[in-house]
């Protein structure tokens, strides 16, 4: 008995592992991360930058090739509204005791800049920032924004 990884099942069009628990079928952390994200119709980059992650943090979590801290554990169920014992597969039960409003969904704007091919590198190298880096980055887009701002309302007269 106990645990062991058996080849078993398909999910997606990747064969999966199958962990087993005293005789019951478990998905992993990663299966049970992918079915939650894409239940809510979320990519990787839209749920990364809603937690303030990495896009390639969610990949390998996904994959299984990393495991989150007992922190991220806890932001990760806190945001699917899942019990960390459900992202860790030990148990069918998604319930998450005292957690009575639903997570609310990235806004639609937010979502079109996600999913806009111009920003989609730009937004990929910002978890490899630094915080003094990441400010810079912000003052320069804000002010960008103001000149933007300021030639359109030129325009206008």
């Avoid at 997606?12 to 592992?17: F, H, I, S």
């Avoid at 992918?34 to 119709?41: A, D, P, S, Y």
């Avoid at 991220?72 to 319930?95: C, K, M, N, Q």
Wanted: with cysteine; net charge neutral; charged share 30%.
């Amino acid at each position: 008995m106990g645990t062991h990884l058996s080849n078993g099942y398909s999910f997606g069009a990747e064969e999966c592992p199958r962990w087993e628990w005293n005789g019951e079928v478990l998905m992993t952390l990663g299966q049970r991360l992918t079915f939650l994200r894409k239940e809510r119709g979320l990519s990787q980059a839209e749920l990364a930058l809603t937690l303030n992650m990495g896009q390639s943090t969610i990949a390998m979590y996904e994959r299984d090739r990393r495991s989150p801290d007992n922190k991220t554990l806890e932001r990760l169920a806190g945001f699917f509204r899942v019990s960390v014992d459900y992202l860790l597969g030990l148990t069918d039960a998604r319930e998450r005791i005292g957690m009575d409003q639903p997570t609310p969904m990235p806004p639609a704007r937010l979502i079109q800049v996600l999913e806009d091919p111009l920003f989609t590198d730009l937004l990929s190298r910002l978890p490899d920032l630094t915080p003094e880096e990441k400010n810079s980055l912000v003052e320069y887009w804000d002010w960008a924004l103001k000149v933007i701002e300021k030639e359109r309302q030129r325009r206008k007269k």
